[in-house]
């Protein structure tokens, strides 16, 4: 296997041009770790394995939230409703809002691993971190499902830049 440092490929512009063109469901990943709450909204997510049950979610190391996420050991995956855009914003930081004020909007409960899920998203997944890898400026962070709540209805998605609700 390659050194990192060996690795040649293309620029960071075309990269980023070339991934604006996938079609991302939207999530809010949630973290709690003693008494503060923080997460993100993040596109790069996806399943592990059904036996058992685990995801993958890769973080910027230098996200606020990274830090608490390998601190606390579990985390919460939110899946977004094309009803949940401000959500979505919210924990992206593009609304203007202070970071202690993400949690201010939306229905949030707790369920085995007492991270914050998202009551009405499509669905919320409570997850123990396994395992995490560095890859280039990201972690990636599988979670063993450990609780699972569902919710009802369309999507949201995210592609050139722009959320996207599917019809």
């Known amino acids: 296997m390659k050194d990192t440092d060996e690795l040649k490929g293309i620029s960071e512009e ?65 899946v977004l409703s094309s009803k949940q855009e401000s959500i979505a914003k919210r924990f992206a930081g593009i609304d203007n809002s202070k970071r202690e004020e993400r949690y201010d909007i939306g229905h949030w409960t707790q369920l085995t691993t007492g991270s914050p899920i998202l009551v009405d998203a499509l669905v919320g ?14 972690s990636i ?11 009802d209805g369309t999507p949201l998605v995210y592609k050139d830049g722009k959320f996207i609700e599917l019809k």
Do not use: W
């Not at 997944?125 to 990201?138: K, L, P, Q, R, Y």
């Not at 962070?141 to 919710?151: M, S």
């Open 125 to 138: 997944f409570d997850c123990e971190i396994i395992n995490s890898v560095t890859a280039g400026t990201h």
């Open 14 to 78: 075309s990269f980023k041009q070339g991934m604006r063109q996938f079609a991302s469901a939207v999530n809010v990943i949630t973290v709690k770790y003693g008494d503060i709450q923080d997460g993100l909204t993040a596109t790069a997510v996806c399943s592990v394995s059904a036996l058992p049950p685990q995801l993958l979610i890769c973080v910027h190391q230098e996200a606020s939230a990274h830090e608490q996420l390998l601190k606390s050991g579990k985390f919460g995956l939110n």
């Open 141 to 151: 962070i599988i979670g063993h499902i450990v609780d699972v709540c569902y919710g």
